[in-house]
């Protein structure tokens, strides 16, 4: 094609566009476009930072107005607890930048890319001696960089996506950008609008043993791309086109359909002006397409969603490569513009891992690798047809569709097991296996019936109920997670290489200090991730432990400490340190002692029924109340009397006299399962009671009525004000039915509102709906909402809720016990959660002014181990002061009243 022809159609791809029409000189077309970071690039610091403690401000600069506030000086110098005689001054860096040209006339992307990467360290503090005393807590340090981002002249404004992998906050032009995207996942960049010149870049640079190792010189990398764009709606890509869309593999056993339905695209509307989807179809009439929300689906500026949706193809091998289209309208214009998508699903054989695909409780599309039983699986008649399922949950930073996650256990293809590798979502499985990620775990496991019969499968069926759970590193973190959290689901266990929890992984010991009443409420917001404090949960349940004694990323202490810890709790661990190995080794999963116990406890497999009579005389209970536990021997978790501590229950059982004895300890209340009904009295805190046979067969409610213990019929006990998905941390919030609702009062908190959607996407891959209608949002959508207000613009909630309340000048938190007012102030925040009927959450994100909702939306769930209660106020001395700068922090209880142990100064 000739160049002049060339360039035709790539004006009138423009045009159709709507933006630059006129011709444009070729020769001139990469300098005219030119846009690039500066080489150097000026740093402070390093200063001290603690785990997970960066949500919570604790940034020494911010005391001093910020690092925006500040001028590079060779003078200057800043106080540092790291640094030798306590100070820090400014230094220079020389950034790695990749400027590839572009030349339409042989590159037909219509954008240029740019991209600097800043490697931070500070060879003279003194490491070695620092981590002596305080171990991987003294490698972690933050900083600041200030560099340029440079439009070139004669451009015109020009729309470009900025990704800032490895960053948490930055400021451009003067403009906060708090969320960024640590982990690098790739998933969600800013739209940014630029005129020509000069635009200032101060990035906060943080350096986390958990994302970087805890080897030395302690680095940090961070890097910043940037990405001219046409102004239009963009499938959000991964690398690479072909790897944008969630979609299953295609079973080839099964005359090549999908081995799943669900597939979902991501869209991200780069235009300055709102986008709505209106169609969405496959390229032929190979596909149909059936959209699962409501089109039009609406894009406000800057804004990405997955867009969900089911097909259905008809086989055609090869049936690649598949595009999936969309069509859609910018506000303001009629004109219909159009994209697509193109994958290659993989063919797979019917036996092999492989990818399925199914719907996150959160409303989007989520995957996992699914191996079915092979036809030479040793799956005796005693399991009645069904198979439990194998869960293998995979460490951080890794992606269950990778061929190092996939065929882990390949070496075990003949388990009588269903082998599932869920992916959590994202690589750090969203929260740690907790809330996010563990529904998608449960999501999972129940997509496989589903492919049962999409399959027509006449291989043994799957038991959803009875799981063998292990994990390596972060998954095996979560395989404890689900030992303390799910003892009736889980038949056997196998932690390998796995923390014990997250505070003892990298200590909190460098966080600010603060007042010990508030950063206990912190810890105590983390409780349930206290694994160790609730292995009485695992009594009864076979644990096989493994560890390399040479691991110097999850260090075996870990293990030997819950070995010891586990047997103190009178439960079953066979404990194998693997002499010289690392953290992870060829083979680690599939090791001669794991292989044993996998068949074990997998073949023949005749576990006991969930929620059966105890073969032991005595058990325990734990819990954190926080609303993701499920019972352990058909006993319901307890309700703590006071939120923020663990509640526990004790009991013993005399068969022969017919006698159960419970104690309690901060229960308000407990359901008791139907098996207790051959006792015929039952001892509660030494108060003996009679027991009479529940009317509906569901068991009892143990109530607690003044210093008396009640039993309760279910339907007649009295249902607490907060219960079910409400119950929890401010996390709880991420328990959410449907795609999360942002709501903003005005147009001051919409940034603030896409900030928020654009960090649940980054983290947790969840779909948002952003909309300035509060009544819409409670009423007439199914997920937990999320409402950004300033000032007095904050709507009246849906019930009654009582415990702070904003009025015209003040803000006021208080019950019967505990008060406090504080008069509005500049940069006053707080961030707390409120009931929604139906067992739905609001979390209001609130501020005096722009800057106090800034710093209260730092707070939304993001990081895990960060401790967020349900609720925190606070002033702009939170940002160098961290919790301390807090003003109100805590809990509220089962009637949603600020708790006993709450802090208000």
């Not at 199914?358 to 699914?370: D, K, R, T």
């Not at 006053?828 to 710093?855: K, T």
Request: with cysteine; aromatic share 10%.
């Amino acid at each position: 094609m000739l160049l002049s022809q060339i360039w035709h159609c790539v004006t009138g791809y423009v045009a159709t566009l709507g933006l630059r029409q006129e011709p444009l000189n070729l020769t001139d077309y990469s300098r005219r476009l030119n846009i690039t970071f500066s080489a150097d690039w000026q740093l402070l610091g390093p200063f001290q930072i603690g785990t997970r403690e960066a949500v919570w401000g604790a940034d020494p600069l911010e005391y001093y107005g910020g690092f925006r506030s500040l001028e590079y000086s060779d003078h200057d110098i800043f106080k540092s607890s790291l640094a030798f005689n306590g100070t820090v001054p400014w230094s220079t860096l020389r950034a790695r930048l990749d400027n590839p040209p572009v030349n339409p006339a042989l590159d037909t992307r219509w954008w240029t890319t740019s991209s600097a990467e800043l490697n931070v360290g500070f060879p003279n503090i003194d490491w070695h001696a620092l981590q002596a005393v305080y171990g991987w807590a003294a490698l972690q340090w933050q900083g600041w960089a200030r560099g340029e981002l440079l439009v070139g002249d004669n451009v015109g404004s020009v729309t470009v996506v900025l990704s800032v992998e490895h960053v948490l906050e930055l400021w451009l032009d003067g403009v906060h950008y708090f969320g960024g995207d640590f982990f690098s996942y790739g998933k969600a960049a800013v739209t940014l609008h630029l005129k020509p010149g000069t635009h200032r870049i101060d990035v906060r640079v943080l350096r986390e043993v958990r994302a970087d190792g805890g080897g030395h010189p302690p680095r940090a990398t961070t890097k910043l791309g940037i990405q001219t764009q046409a102004g239009v709606v963009k499938a959000v890509t991964h690398g690479d086109l072909l790897h944008s869309a969630v979609i299953s593999d295609i079973s080839y056993d099964n005359s090549g359909f999908f081995a799943s339905d669900y597939a979902s695209i991501s869209l991200r509307n780069d235009a300055p002006h709102t986008a709505y989807i209106h169609k969405l179809y496959g390229r032929t009439t190979q596909c149909v397409t059936e959209p699962l929300s409501t089109l039009p689906l609406k894009l406000l500026p800057g804004q990405t969603r997955p867009v969900a949706f089911r097909m259905g193809c008809v086989p055609d091998r090869p049936m690649v490569p598949l595009e999936i289209n969309y069509e859609y309208t910018i506000e303001g214009s009629t004109r219909i513009e159009k994209g697509f998508v193109r994958t290659r699903p993989p063919l797979k054989d019917i036996h092999a891992p492989h990818k399925i695909t199914y719907m996150h409780p959160a409303g989007m599309v989520s995957y996992a690798i699914l191996r079915p039983p092979s036809p030479n699986a040793k799956c005796p008649h005693g399991t009645n047809g069904t198979a439990p399922v194998l869960l293998a949950l995979h460490g951080a930073g890794l992606e269950a569709d990778s061929e190092l996650v996939r065929h882990a256990l390949d070496e075990v293809s003949d388990l009588c097991a269903w082998l599932l590798f869920p992916t959590g979502v994202t690589p750090w499985s969203g929260d740690d296996w907790h809330i996010w990620g563990w529904a998608d775990v449960e999501a999972a496991i129940a997509a496989i019936p589903a492919w049962i019969e999409r399959h027509e499968w006449t291989g043994p069926g799957v038991n959803v109920n009875h799981w063998l759970v292990m994990g390596h590193s972060n998954g095996g973190q979560g395989t404890w997670y689900a030992l303390t959290h799910r003892p009736d689901n889980v038949i056997a266990a196998a932690p390998l290489s796995g923390y014990s929890n997250i505070q003892n992984y990298v200590p909190y010991t460098m966080w600010r200090v603060s007042d010990p009443a508030k950063s206990a409420l912190v810890h105590a917001s983390l409780n349930s991730y206290r694994h160790e404090l609730m292995l009485e949960n695992a009594k009864g349940i076979p644990i096989f432990q493994q560890h390399g004694s040479e691991d110097d990323n999850v260090p075996p202490y870990h293990s030997r400490l819950l070995s010891q810890l586990i047997e103190q709790a009178e439960a079953e661990s066979t404990y194998f340190e693997m002499s010289g190995r690392p953290h992870w080794w060829d083979g680690v999963m599939t090791t001669d002692p794991l292989k044993h116990f996998f068949h074990r406890h997998l073949d023949g497999n005749t576990s006991a029924t969930a929620g059966a009579p105890p073969s032991a005389s005595s058990f325990s209970i734990v819990s954190a109340g926080y609303g993701d536990m499920g019972p352990k021997l058909g006993f319901e978790p307890p309700q703590p009397r006071v939120p923020g501590r663990l509640a526990k229950v004790d009991v013993a059982i005399d068969p022969l006299r017919q006698e159960c004895r419970i104690y309690t300890f901060n229960v308000r209340s407990l359901r008791l399962p139907p098996w207790l009904d051959f006792c015929r009295c039952i001892s509660v805190d030494d108060f003996w009671m009679t027991v009479d046979a529940p009317s509906n067969g569901a068991g009892w409610t143990l109530e607690a009525q003044g210093h008396r213990w009640q039993l309760m019929d279910p339907s007649s006990a009295v249902i607490p004000k907060r219960r079910g998905s409400q119950l929890g941390a401010m996390d709880a919030i991420l328990r959410t039915n449907g795609a999360f609702q942002i709501v903003y009062t005005s147009q001051n908190a919409l940034h603030i509102a896409l900030q928020v959607s654009r960090n649940l996407y980054q983290y947790y891959g969840a779909d948002t709906i952003i909309t300035d209608s509060y009544t819409e949002a409670c009423e007439q959508a199914s997920g937990n909402v999320i409402t950004v207000a300033i000032g007095g613009g904050l709507p009246q909630e849906l019930g009654c809720f009582d415990s702070i309340v904003i009025e015209n000048d003040r803000i006021r938190v208080a019950d019967h016990t505990i008060g406090g007012v504080y008069r509005f102030r500049n940069a006053l925040g707080a961030i707390f959660l409120r009931p929604l009927p139906d067992e739905r959450l609001e979390l209001v994100v609130w501020g005096m002014d722009e800057e106090g909702l800034d710093i209260a939306a730092r707070l939304v769930p993001l990081w895990t181990g960060s401790g967020q209660p349900d609720f925190v106020v606070g002033d702009r001395s939170m940002l160098w002061k961290g919790i301390d700068g807090a003003l109100a922090m805590g809990f509220f209880d089962h009637d949603w009243k600020v708790s006993t142990n709450s802090f208000v100064s």
